[in-house]
């Protein structure tokens, strides 16, 4: 059973960062674009950034130069280094394949950026 565990989030100011991780567990994801994703109260969820097993690299406009995706194949997690971080950034955050498989969502982590 595979199971992906999100951590890292938290309460910051704007203007400060945080680093989530995701650990997959029960399968390796090798080969495989995995992402992260984000859902703010009454709003759809939505990417924010994916990463290729080659390691190319995909950002949502709102996040682009501010957030960096990385992989550990190794030891099977995925990272997201969030700077700069702005009160829109509010959300719950994801990792999953990418495309995303409906079974595979985690319980997410809480981030909450206060102005």
């Known amino acids: 059973q595979v199971q992906l565990v999100e951590s890292g989030g938290g309460l910051v100011q704007a203007g400060g960062s945080l680093r989530l991780s995701c650990a997959a567990s029960g399968r390796t994801f090798s080969g495989f674009r995995m992402g992260w994703f984000r859902q703010a109260p009454g709003k759809d969820r939505e990417v924010v950034a994916a990463i290729s097993w080659g390691k190319y690299t995909y950002y949502a406009d709102s996040v682009k130069g501010r957030f960096t995706i990385s992989r550990d194949n190794a030891k099977n997690t995925v990272y997201l280094q969030m700077n700069s971080l702005k009160p829109e950034d509010t959300a719950v955050y994801y990792c999953?394949?990418?495309?995303?498989?409906?079974?595979?969502w985690g319980q997410g982590t809480q981030v909450t950026v206060s102005s």
């Open positions: 999953n394949k990418d495309p995303p498989v409906v079974g595979y």
